[in-house]
C-alpha cells in the first residue's frame, strides 16, 4: 500500500468518473502544462487507490503529460460487483483496456504500481495496440516476497471471518510497527486511509490478494510483449526480491531503472525523481 504524504490536488486536476464500455471509473486526471508530449494511464496497488500517484501526477504534469490515476472496480470511490468472477485477473485487465481508449488520446503509456502491475501487465498483453509502453513500479514478474504472501493471507483469512473495523485496526497496529519512533499520521490521512479501507469492497480486497499470492513468473510473456517495457523500483524494496527484480530486467532487455533510497513507493517518496525517470522512457519510445 501507498501512503499519500498530502491530499491537496496538484494544479489542472480534475476527479470523475471516467466513463468507459465496462462502466464507470473514478479518476484524478491531471492536464499537462506547456506542449502536450502524451498521456499516461496509472494503475494503483492491492489496498490503494488513485491517491496514491497525487505526489506524482504534478511533476508529469509539468513535463508535458496528462496523468490519469484510476480507482478499480470495487476500489475506493468505484463502485464493484460483489461477484468473485468480477475480480478475475482478465477482467481487471479488460477495465485497463476500456479505460485507456475512454481517454480519447489514442495509446497512451501504461504504469501499474505493486498489484497494479500484474493488471497492467494483462492488458498490455491482450491489447498491445492500446498502449505506447508499459512501465511495472515496484512489481514482479514473479511471487512476493515470503513474508508479504503471509502478510496477504492473514488479511484474506482475517476479512473472512471478522468485521471490517476490526482488520482495519489490527492493519493500522501492523503498520506503525515499520514506523519511525514517535511518528503519527496527519489526522487528515488518517481518515483517508480509513475511509478507503471502508470504500473498497472486501472481494476487491480478497480476489486481489489471491491473485498476488498465486502468482507464478511471468518474465517468459513479458519478453514477449510488442511494446516498449520499463522495470522500476526503489533500491529499498521489499514486495518483491529486488535481485529477481533486477534479472527480469535482464532477461526482458527492459528499460532499468533503480531509485536510490525510496522503498515500495518511489510514487510517493521521490515523485520528482521518478517523473524525471519515466519522462525520459517515454521520450525514447517516440
Request: hydrophobic share 40%; proline share 7%; aromatic share 6%.
Amino acid at each position: 500500500m501507498s501512503k499519500p504524504r498530502s491530499l491537496e490536488l496538484p494544479p489542472r486536476t480534475r476527479s470523475y468518473q471516467l466513463l468507459t464500455a465496462r462502466g464507470g471509473f473514478a479518476v484524478l486526471d491531471t492536464a499537462p502544462a506547456g506542449e502536450v508530449r502524451g498521456t499516461v494511464l496509472l494503475l494503483p496497488g492491492y489496498t490503494g487507490s488513485k491517491e496514491d500517484f497525487l505526489a506524482l501526477l504534478g511533476p508529469l504534469s509539468d513535463a508535458g503529460y496528462r496523468a490519469v490515476a484510476v480507482d478499480g472496480r470495487g476500489q475506493h470511490e468505484t463502485p464493484g460487483p460483489r461477484q468473485r468472477s468480477a475480480y478475475s485477473r482478465r477482467a481487471l485487465a479488460l477495465d485497463a483496456v476500456a479505460q485507456a481508449v475512454a481517454l480519447g488520446d489514442g495509446p497512451v503509456h501504461l504504469l501499474g504500481h505493486s498489484f497494479g502491475g500484474l493488471v497492467a501487465r494483462s492488458a498490455a498483453w491482450l491489447a498491445p495496440e492500446a498502449f505506447r509502453s508499459l512501465t511495472l513500479l515496484s512489481s514482479g514478474p514473479g511471487r512476493v516476497a515470503r513474508p508479504q504472501r503471509v502478510r496477504v493471507r492473514m488479511l484474506r483469512g482475517a476479512l473472512a471471518v471478522l468485521p471490517k473495523e476490526r482488520v482495519w485496526l489490527a492493519t493500522r497496529w501492523l503498520d506503525s510497527r515499520g514506523e519511525a519512533p514517535g511518528f503519527t499520521d496527519p489526522p487528515e490521512i488518517v481518515l483517508f486511509l480509513r475511509r478507503r479501507w471502508m470504500r473498497t469492497r472486501v472481494i476487491q480486497l480478497s480476489s486481489a490478494g489471491r491473485l498476488l499470492r498465486r502468482e507464478r513468473d511471468g518474465t517468459a510473456q513479458l519478453a514477449r510483449l510488442t511494446v516498449p517495457l520499463h522495470i522500476a523500483y526503489g533500491d529499498g524494496e521489499m514486495v518483491w526480491s529486488v535481485a529477481e527484480l533486477a534479472a527480469a530486467a535482464r532477461t526482458t532487455g527492459a528499460h532499468h531503472t533503480v531509485v536510490v533510497g525510496a522503498g515500495h513507493s518511489p510514487n510517493v517518496s521521490h515523485p520528482q525523481e521518478l517523473a524525471d525517470r519515466l519522462t525520459a522512457f517515454w521520450e525514447r519510445c517516440g
